[in-house]
Every structure is written in structure tokens, then in C-alpha cells.
């Protein structure tokens, strides 16, 4: 049996004990070592990547191999999916390929039809799951904005930092971003923004070029003018403004109502 393993940590299961990729393939490779005949082809790892979407570089590499390898082994069903709809796709291709899939921690493998039977209902409960987090996050997020409470975003936006889960201003990056302001409602384009900041050799968040999308990102964040958007509402932040309303409507116009 050539095996193909996966493994998969979004940015909440990074932190979880026992998630780690490192961790998942090493309990897999293990589990393999101790079936006759099963040799582990190759393992792919998506770091960072949600299990709601097929979105992920491993696992489309995966499924483009699938000629390679006889069965899937994941630690975890929802380490490779949690949508049902995108869970029954891959099952009915890989029942079309004569493939097969086994999940290590729940003992399900597609070789029985009760497995198959009870794989889709935990596969239901996992998306379950998924969706009440979802929620969950999305009301504190919610909360939060109305409060006033922080940036409702990551990384770090330019001209701040987090100081204590609080955004206070960082002054030589605050001066670039009144400046992205000045020479944009001066009549010049975001490329030419772009331009001039690389001409004056002044480096981007990630040390990088400036590009015409950070420039727009930056214009078009109400949050230099001391306000968050969420949800199609604008509520007032308690972070310090950057640039005065006046200097953020002119290139957005009125920011709107503040709850």
C-alpha cells in the first residue's frame, strides 16, 4: 500500500498541543511503520491553511499525484477537511480513482460501508463545528468593533505597532503615511506614490517595494483617520488618528455615520 500522508495546521492550530505538523506526520509514519506492506510515498504539508477551502498548495499536489500513491492518511478528518461539500467531492474522486482514505484518530478507512456511513456524519459534525466558531468569532468581532476596542485586522497595519494588545503610533512610519496622503490629494496616482517612496529608498512594512495595493490599502483604511469599518458600519476607535478626518474624506469622501 503506497501511502500518501497529509497534515495541516491553520493559524488558531498552531498553538494547540499535538497539532503541529512535525507531530501529525510523525504519529502517521509511525502508524505506517507498523503495517506490513504500507510505505509512505510522500508527505504533504499545508501550514497556515484553512480547512474550509481546497485552496491549499500540499493538497492540490496531493490530488495532482494521486497516480503516485493508494490511500490518503491524515491524523484527524478535519486536519484535511471541514466542509462536508468539499469532503464528498474528494471521496467520490478518489472512489472514481479506486483510492483510499483512512483517518488514524477516528479508525475510519473507506474499505467498509459503515466507515464510509460514519465518516460522513462526523464529517458533518466537524463542519458543524467549523460554522459555530465561525460565529462565535465573528459576534466577539462584532463586540469588539463596537467598543472601539483594537484593530479588527492582522498583521500589524503601517504607522502602528501592538503594545500590549493596544496600537500606539510608530512616528517614522506615521510620517510616510501622512505623506502617502499629502502627495495622493496633490493629484498624484498610487503609482506615482509608489514610485516616490521607492525613489526615496523608504522601505515597506516587510522591507520590501511599495506597490501600487499597499498604497490603496493605506488610502482606503479609515483607520488612519481614528475609526474602524466592520460589518458595513463605521464605529470610532480608540486608537490615535494618523492623518484628521478631513484628510481621509478627501480622498474617500465621507466616512459615514460613527455607531
Not at 473507506?110 to 463545528?129: C, H, K, N, P, S
Not at 497595519?157 to 496622503?181: H, M, Q
Not at 490629494?185 to 514610485?195: C, I, R
Not at 516587510?206 to 458595513?232: E, K, M, S, V
Request: hydrophobic letters at 35%.
Amino acid at each position: 500500500m503506497r501511502v500518501a500522508i497529509y497534515v495541516r495546521v491553520s493559524t488558531e492550530d498552531q498553538a494547540r498541543e499535538g497539532y503541529s505538523l512535525d507531530a501529525q506526520e510523525r504519529r502517521l509514519r509511525n502508524y505506517c511503520t507498523l503495517r506490513t506492506g504500507w510505505e509512505v510515498v510522500d508527505v504533504y504539508r499545508d501550514e497556515g491553511f484553512s480547512g474550509r477551502n481546497t485552496g491549499r498548495p500540499e493538497y492540490q499536489r496531493m490530488l495532482e499525484e494521486m497516480d503516485s500513491w493508494d490511500i490518503i492518511l491524515v491524523l484527524k478528518m478535519d486536519r484535511i477537511h471541514r466542509n462536508s461539500v468539499n469532503f464528498t467531492k474528494m471521496m467520490s474522486d478518489l472512489e472514481k480513482n479506486h483510492k483510499e482514505f483512512m483517518s488514524l484518530t477516528e479508525k475510519f478507512d473507506t474499505t467498509t460501508a459503515m466507515g464510509r456511513f460514519v465518516m460522513d456524519i462526523f464529517q458533518r459534525m466537524a463542519q458543524l463545528e467549523s460554522e459555530r466558531t465561525g460565529e462565535r468569532v465573528k459576534a466577539a468581532m462584532a463586540q469588539k468593533a463596537e467598543s472601539g476596542d483594537g484593530y479588527l485586522g492582522s498583521p500589524e497595519p503601517y504607522g502602528y505597532r501592538y503594545v500590549n494588545g493596544d496600537l500606539v503610533v510608530v512616528e517614522s512610519e506615521a510620517e510616510v503615511v501622512v505623506r502617502i496622503f499629502d502627495l495622493y490629494n496633490a493629484g498624484n496616482s498610487m503609482e506615482d506614490v509608489a514610485n516616490a517612496l521607492i525613489n526615496a529608498n523608504i522601505p515597506s512594512k516587510t522591507g520590501g517595494q511599495w506597490t501600487r495595493q499597499a498604497i490603496c490599502r493605506i488610502l482606503h483604511n479609515p483607520l488612519y483617520a481614528g475609526c474602524l469599518h466592520w460589518d458595513g458600519k463605521v464605529y470610532r476607535g480608540k486608537m490615535p488618528a494618523i492623518v484628521t478626518e478631513a484628510v481621509y474624506t478627501a480622498v474617500n469622501g465621507p466616512i459615514g455615520p460613527k455607531e
